[in-house]
Structures are given as C-alpha cells and as structure tokens.
Nanobody, 118 residues
Framework: QVQLVESGGGLVQPGGSLRLSCAASGSIFSIYAMGWYRQAPGKQRELVAA?????????ADSVKGRFTISRDNAKNTNTVYLQMNSLKPEDTAVYYC??????????WGKGTLVTVSS
C-alpha cells in the first residue's frame, strides 16, 4: 500500500503562484507514476499533470506553460511537486495526488484546496 499526503494549497490572487507537495510512503518502490488531479465544484475530476518514474511528464492543455510537475526520488522517500504559476480563477479546485503502481493499483491523497480569487 501507498499513503499520500498533500500540502501547499491555499488562497492566492489571480496571477500568483503556489507549490503543492505530495509525500508518498509505504510501497514507494512499486510506484510507476504520480500525478495531480483536480476537481472543481460541480465538475468531474480531471488530470492536471503526471510524471513517471522515468521522468516523462504529461500535462492538461489548460495548464501547459503555467504548471510544472517534478519528482524527488531520493532514497526512502518519494515526493512529487506541482509548481503552479500564473494562476487563474478557473484553477480553483481541490487538488488530489495520485500514485499509480506497476501492478495497476492506484492510490489517492485526501486533497488540498486551491482557491484563486482577488
């Protein structure tokens, strides 16, 4: 099993920046990819960005050029970051961290709220 703990959400003005962190623990050596999803009120959860163990990344079109996902694969830890720049009100959502294991199982964090408002 994998446990995921997100941090870094909060209130930011339009045009501002935030960095989200997701610390993984447990069977971290079984993780194939980690990613960030978000869910805005009344909308479906959507992929924001993902990164594989090999470093390949994937972004939603709506965040390309503004968000950057990165990963720290230091020994005994596995943390993924989401640097969010030029934030817009439409980026307001609960952001969830996800870990996809090599056997196909996936795990979710509890989520962190990002609010972009003046």
């Amino acid at each position: 099993q994998v446990q995921l703990v997100e941090s870094g959400g909060g209130l930011v003005q339009p045009g501002g920046s935030l960095r989200l962190s997701c610390a993984a623990s447990g069977s971290i050596f079984s993780i194939y990819a980690m990613g960030w999803y978000r869910q805005a009120p009344g909308k479906q959860r959507e992929l924001v960005a993902a990164i594989t163990s090999g470093g390949s990344t994937n972004y939603a079109d709506s965040v390309k050029g503004r968000f950057t996902i990165s990963r720290d694969n230091a020994k005994n830890t596995n943390t993924v970051y989401l640097q969010m720049n030029s934030l817009k009100p439409e980026d307001t959502a609960v952001y969830y961290c996800n870990a996809l294991l090599v056997d196909g199982m996936d795990y979710w964090g509890k989520g962190t709220l990002v609010t972009v408002s003046s």
